[in-house]
C-alpha cells in the first residue's frame, strides 16, 4: 500500500491530464488544489481522532510512529476518498441540486459548528455506550431542521448511514485495517455510522463551493463565463 496508493494518485491525475478541458469538472491546477485539500482535511481529522485522542486504533504497521500511529498511505489515501465523495455528490444520476444560495455564510457556520461540536463530544465520549453516539444523533436533527436538505439529499445521506460502516466492516473483518470501542455494528460503532450520515452532509456542500471557488479564480475562467454566456444553449437554439 505504501507504493500502491502514491502510483494510484499519479496514474489518475496522468489520466486526467489526457481528458479534455472541456470534460473536466477542474482545471489540473484547481484539481491539483482540490486534491490536496481533500487530503489535508481527512489526513488531519484521522490523525487528530487516532494518534492524539486515541478514539480508535490501526492494526497495520506505520512508518513514523513517534509522529504518527497512522500509515503514511492511509493518511494519502483520504485524498482519494474524500476527491471521490466530492465526484460522487455531483453525479447527474443522484440529481442533488447545488447548495442553497441564500445565507451561505450562515449555512456554512452551521455545518462546521456541527463538525467541532460532534468530534469534540466523540473524543470525551467514544467509550460511552450512549453519550458516544447521541451528539451525532442531534446534529443530524439540527442540520435537517436548519439546513432543510430535501428528500432527494436526504435519501443519499440515509445510504452513507447504511453503505459507509458496511465498508468499514470489510476493512475491519477482511483487512484488519483497524478497530472501535464499541463497535457493536461487525467491529463499527453506532457514532461512526451516523457520523457518516452527518460528514456526507458537510463535505457535499462544502466540496462544491470549494470547487466552484476554485472554478471561478481559475486563470480565463471570466473568459470562457463570458463567451458561454454570448451562445444560445441548445434547448434556446431549437
Not at 105 to 123: E, F, N, P, S
Not at 196 to 214: K, M, N
Request: hydrophobic fraction near 60%.
Amino acid at each position: 500500500m505504501t507504493a500502491l496508493v502514491p502510483a494510484v494518485i499519479a496514474a489518475r491525475f496522468a489520466l486526467l491530464a489526457a481528458v479534455p478541458r472541456g470534460r473536466r469538472a477542474l482545471g489540473l491546477p484547481a484539481e491539483a488544489v482540490f486534491f490536496a485539500l481533500c487530503t489535508v482535511v481527512g489526513a488531519v481529522n484521522d490523525w487528530n481522532s487516532v494518534t492524539r485522542h486515541r478514539v480508535y486504533d490501526y492494526r497495520v504497521p506505520v512508518d513514523l510512529p513517534s509522529v504518527s500511529t497512522i500509515p503514511l498511505w492511509m493518511l494519502l489515501y483520504w485524498g482519494l476518498v474524500l476527491r471521490f465523495l466530492a465526484t460522487l455528490f455531483r453525479w447527474r444520476r443522484l440529481a442533488l441540486p447545488p447548495p442553497a444560495a441564500a445565507h451561505p455564510g450562515a449555512r456554512i457556520a452551521v455545518l462546521l459548528a456541527l463538525v467541532v461540536i460532534t468530534r469534540q463530544a466523540v473524543y470525551r465520549t467514544f467509550a460511552d455506550p450512549v453519550w458516544s453516539w447521541l451528539p451525532f444523533a442531534l446534529a443530524i436533527a439540527v442540520a435537517v431542521i436548519a439546513l432543510r436538505p430535501g428528500r432527494a439529499r436526504l435519501l443519499v445521506l440515509a445510504g452513507f448511514v447504511v453503505v459507509g460502516p458496511l465498508v468499514e466492516v470489510l476493512y475491519i473483518q477482511l483487512g484488519h485495517l483497524h478497530a472501535y470501542h464499541l463497535g457493536w455494528l461487525g467491529g463499527v460503532p453506532v457514532w461512526i455510522a451516523l457520523w457518516w450520515g452527518l460528514a456526507a452532509l458537510v463535505w457535499d456542500d462544502l466540496s462544491r463551493r470549494l470547487q466552484t471557488r476554485l472554478r471561478s479564480a481559475a486563470p480565463g475562467a471570466g473568459r470562457a463565463a463570458g463567451a458561454q454566456a454570448g451562445q444560445p444553449s441548445r434547448l434556446m437554439a431549437r
